[in-house]
C-alpha cells in the first residue's frame, strides 16, 4: 500500500516522530513517501495518510492546516491517522488538547488523533518562543517515547491489514 507521511516540524523533534512512524509502515512491507506539508501537491496518489504537526501557543502548524484546507475532500475519502507533539514536562505541558485538532480530525475523517510528548530545546528557540515557554513554566528536556509512538504506528499497521487492535 502506497502511503504519505506529512509532519510539519519547526524544530525537528516532531518530524523525528514522523520518521518513526514511516519506518514502522516500511517495515511492514508498504511504500511510504515522507514529505512536508508544504511539499504535498496532492493525497491523490496514496491509499492512506499519517498527518503530524507540532502545536506551537495551542495551534496546530498553519502548514498542516493549509494542506487540510487545500485536500480536506481527498484526505475524507481515505484512512487518515493524526497526530501531534508539543506537551513537555512531568506533568506534560499544556496538558489539553489544542481546539484545531477536533476540527482537523472531523474534516478528514481521522481515526482518534494521537497526542506524543515533545522536545525542547531553548537553546533552538527563537526570542518570541523562549518568551513563551518562560511564560508557561515549561521544562527543557526530551519527553518523546519511541517505543509508544512505534506501538502507535504498529496499530496503523493492524488496522490496514484489518486485524484487531493488539493489547
Known amino acids: ?51 503530524g504537526s507540532s502545536v506551537y501557543v495551542g495551534r496546530l502548524a498553519a502548514a498542516l492546516r493549509e494542506l487540510v484546507d487545500r485536500e480536506a475532500g481527498q484526505l475524507a475519502a481515505r484512512p487518515v491517522w493524526l497526530f501531534w507533539s508539543g506537551p513537555v514536562g512531568d506533568p506534560l505541558v499544556p496538558p489539553s488538547q489544542p481546539d484545531d485538532v477536533a476540527t482537523v480530525a ?32 515549561a521544562e527543557q528536556g526530551d519527553f518523546r517515547d519511541m517505543d509508544y509512538v512505534r506501538s502507535w504506528s504498529t496499530s496503523i499497521v493492524d488496522q490496514l491489514a484489518g486485524r484487531p487492535p493488539r493489547r
Open 1 to 51: 500500500m502506497r502511503i504519505l507521511v506529512t509532519v510539519a516540524s519547526r524544530h525537528g523533534a516532531t518530524r523525528e516522530i514522523g520518521e518513526v512512524v514511516a519506518e514502522v509502515l516500511r517495515e511492514a512491507g508498504h511504500e511510504v513517501d515522507e514529505l512536508d506539508p508544504d511539499e504535498v501537491r496532492t493525497v491523490e496518489t496514496y491509499e492512506a495518510v499519517v498527518l
Open 106 to 137: 472531523t474534516r478528514t475523517g481521522a481515526k482518534p488523533p494521537r497526542c506524543f510528548a515533545g522536545r525542547l530545546d531553548r537553546q533552538k528557540l527563537g526570542l518570541a518562543e523562549r518568551a513563551l515557554v518562560a511564560m508557561i513554566d
